[in-house]
Nanobody, 127 residues
Framework: QALLEESGGGSVQAGGSLTLSCTDP????????MGWFRQAPGKDREQVAF????????TYADSVKGRFTISQDNAKNTVSLLMDKLKPEDTAIYYC????????????????????WGQGTQVTVSS
């Protein structure tokens, strides 16, 4: 059984919306940090949005603040990312990531702070 199961993504025009979901079937990360990184062609993998599952506190990259919203459904062990007002520069493969530490601790090390990853899902925004 995969530790993280991603769904969502797809193609949309600029200004549109998409939702990504990441499920933790075994509830391994109920006390840790879950969220998304993204990687565009030729670029490094960058942080997008994260939630500390114990307290529900959230962290966003400046580039997505006010447009993206991360939330959790504890009954379903699922974290979701609602992406509004999408821009062409949001085009990337989005990777769900999780770690058993707090988000503050995990994000100190960037992508290296996360030991568990989803398979990635493509998001394409056309102008």
């Amino acid at each position: 059984q995969a530790l993280l199961e991603e769904s969502g993504g797809g193609s949309v025009q600029a200004g549109g919306s998409l939702t990504l979901s990441c499920t933790d079937p075994s509830n391994s990360f109920s006390g840790g940090c879950m969220g998304w990184f993204r990687q565009a062609p030729g670029k490094d993998r960058e942080q997008v949005a994260f939630i500390y599952r114990t307290r529900g506190t959230t962290t966003y990259a400046d580039s997505v603040k006010g447009r993206f919203t991360i939330s959790q459904d504890n009954a379903k062990n699922t974290v979701s990312l609602l992406m509004d007002k999408l821009k062409p520069e949001d085009t990337a493969i989005y990777y769900c990531a999780a770690d058993k530490s707090t988000c503050v601790a995990s994000l100190l090390f960037g992508r290296r702070g996360f030991d568990y990853w989803g398979q990635g899902t493509q998001v394409t925004v056309s102008s």
